[in-house]
């Protein structure tokens, strides 16, 4: 979603302007724009479409300064377009970029019409500058304009706001939205994410919520939400500065597909050895909160909603303790009643998910056992917010379209299921032979990638198709949801998935001749009752595709194309090594669809507004 890059320096910020706008793109947008204070006066460029178009705007009209900001906007106010793209002035003295959305923005713009301002855009945004324009007015420093107006938004912002008059400074504030400090020396730097920030500085500094910053060359000065100063620690980050580049391969989607055992493998390291899950693997509390854990409520959204649901099956199943899997934006308005000692479980890539973050904050009030957040990015403000954390070292995730996120995750969650098995009687015997299997995880998928060039020639037989149909059992139901979601979201051919046993209930009175059927099917104790609901598929004319165990017994035949996969895939594992082919099919569909893969229309990677 949005992306946000400022710059208080010494040298002209322009250059790393434009560069952070470039490594924020996997977030989506839908324009860019830049601003600079140079020489007393403030310039602005902005375009509708892609950091390069704004690119070549500069090349024709270049800028210059030490002081900028500058934005990529993804519409929720007002269709995209040049007049709303960020930054939004007051004047020609005063600029503002915002991410998150402002609630009470029409009484607040009304407010602003009756006192003469005129607007020029659709946009929430364009209120908040001239609000501070108006509090500035009154006298007020740059500074205690934006103090007076952030305490009348009501909703989520990230905003930073640069004035002709105080042209040594930038003002940062955040509720509800990410967005970081980048501590340079004789220069200082904001953006929504760390990855912006990497060519420049591996020093950062994480706000808290209801924070506000003066942001200089020379300094960062903090004030906690009751206006006092405060000290906020700087944290280097382990990232490299190139984690974010594509190397050989054509899209960011494919290099993270090839980069999920590697991934999966790095997530288990030094968290399981000789068959044992380490006590410390979820932090030194963890052990007593497990011990006491008699259900385990999962909250996600997406991708990670996906994961949530494989492990119901797997802590149902191995820990016998009641396990419900909720999507966030509707866990947040079911008032959920919470059974005693119950662990709550979120789970995301970016750890800044607006519903997700939300969730948690409404179970903190609600009387669970404890939280623990499974997330990807360590400074993220779902893992500072939980109790216990789960990192997944996944690395830098760039395609909108989550893949290594969704193996990573899924190696965490079953981690899980064996600490709080272990803690209800799991036998060492049981707990070697589960941690066995999880260390072959990354050379399964290592196999299965093999399957690249199959999926690749499978792929034509989806160029000219506009529905599809995923089916799966058991703990491989929501594999078949992960399947259709990436078919859908970056090739955009209509793609649903369900239990195969609810054919009959509906879905197979769509299945014709047109619409490819895709299953997904490891020998495992549900395998005969699949191959019925698959024998029901061809008896009306339906396409099939299964990818199925070796020992599956399931033939090639007419209208059935058979992708034979890893055989002795146990049910531990099946998940995660399945998933694999159906991203290679929905990346190779894209590609021969020529849809923009990284960045599916629509789309953002890190949504931080409801």
């Known amino acids: 979603m949005c992306g946000i890059v400022g710059a208080v320096a010494e040298r002209n910020v322009v250059p790393i302007l434009m560069e952070g706008l470039r490594r924020l793109e996997y977030r989506g947008y839908d324009s860019a724009g830049v601003a600079t204070v140079s020489d007393g006066r403030l310039e602005r460029r902005r375009r509708l479409g892609k950091v390069a178009e704004l690119q070549a705007a500069l090349d024709g009209s270049p800028l210059s300064g030490t002081v900028g900001i500058a934005h990529t906007r993804w519409a929720t106010h007002g269709a995209p377009s040049e007049d709303n793209a960020h930054p939004h002035l007051s004047g020609d003295r005063l600029a503002i970029v915002h991410n998150g959305i402002i609630e009470n923005h029409e009484q607040l713009r009304a407010e602003l019409e009756s006192a003469g301002y005129r607007f020029d855009t659709e946009t929430d945004t364009e209120v908040i500058v001239h609000r501070i324009?108006?509090?500035?007015?009154?006298?007020?420093?740059?500074?205690?304009?934006?103090?007076?107006t952030v305490a009348e938004l009501e909703g989520a912002y990230a905003l930073v706001v640069m004035s002709v008059d105080q042209p040594d400074r930038l003002i940062l504030a955040r509720c509800g939205c990410p967005v970081v400090i980048g501590v340079g020396i004789g220069e200082n730097f904001v953006a929504s994410d760390v990855a912006a920030l990497l060519p420049v500085t591996r020093r950062f500094m994480f706000l808290d919520e209801g924070d506000l910053a003066e942001i200089r060359a020379d300094g960062v000065q903090v004030y906690g939400a009751d206006g006092q100063p405060v000290q906020r620690p700087l944290r280097e980050s382990e990232l490299s500065?190139?984690?974010?580049?594509?190397?050989?391969?054509?899209?960011?989607?494919?290099?993270?597909?090839?980069?999920?055992?590697?991934?999966?493998?790095?997530?288990?390291?030094?968290?399981v050895a000789n068959g044992k899950l380490l006590d410390a693997a979820f932090g030194p509390a963890a052990a007593e909160v497990f011990a006491r854990a008699q259900n385990v409520d999962i909250v996600a959204c997406g991708t990670s909603y996906h994961a949530g649901a494989v492990a119901r099956y797997l802590i149902e199943q191995v820990c016998r303790i009641p396990c419900s899997v909720d999507i966030a934006s509707e866990y947040r308005y079911r008032d959920p009643v919470v059974p005693p000692d119950t662990l709550f479980v979120t789970i995301s890539q970016s750890g800044e998910t607006a519903d997700t973050l939300a969730a948690l904050r409404l179970a903190r009030e609600a009387g669970y056992l404890s939280t623990l957040a499974i997330c990807n990015v360590p400074e993220s403000s779902l893992v500072r917010e939980s109790e216990l954390a789960m990192l997944t070292r996944a690395g830098p995730e760039i395609g909108v379209a989550s893949t290594k996120a969704f193996t990573t995750q899924l190696a965490a969650l079953n981690m899980l299921v064996i600490a709080l098995g272990k803690r209800r009687g799991m036998s060492a015997e049981r707990e070697r032979?589960?941690?066995k299997r999880l260390v072959e995880i990354p050379g399964l998928i290592d196999k299965t990638l093999e399957l690249d060039a199959p999926m690749r020639e499978l792929a034509e037989r989806f160029a000219d198709k506009h529905h599809a149909l995923f089916l799966g059992r058991g703990v491989l139901h929501p594999v078949a949801m992960e399947g259709a979601l990436k078919l859908k979201e970056i090739s955009y051919i209509h793609a649903e998935a369900y239990a195969a046993g609810e054919l009959k209930h509906g879905p197979l009175a769509l299945v014709d001749a047109d619409m490819p059927v895709i299953a997904v099917a490891p020998n495992n104790d549900l395998l005969e009752k699949l191959k019925s609901n698959l024998m029901e598929v061809r008896a009306r004319g339906g396409e099939l595709i299964v990818f199925a165990d070796p020992e599956a017994g399931i033939q090639p035949s007419d209208g059935v194309t058979v992708i034979q996969m890893p055989e002795?895939?146990?049910?531990?594992?099946?998940?995660?090594?399945?998933?694999?082919?159906?991203q290679l099919l929905a990346y190779h569909v894209a590609v021969l669809k020529g849809t923009d893969v990284d960045q599916p229309r629509n789309l953002a990677k890190s949504v931080t507004v409801e």
């Open 433 to 435: 032979g589960l941690v």
């Open 568 to 582: 002795h895939v146990t049910y531990f594992q099946a998940p995660a090594v399945y998933t694999v082919p159906l």
């Open 241 to 271: 500065a190139d984690a974010a580049d594509k190397g050989r391969y054509r899209h960011f989607m494919l290099k993270e597909i090839h980069e999920q055992p590697r991934a999966v493998a790095q997530t288990l390291e030094e968290r």
């Open 133 to 148: 324009h108006q509090h500035l007015g009154k006298g007020k420093s740059l500074l205690d304009a934006v103090r007076s």
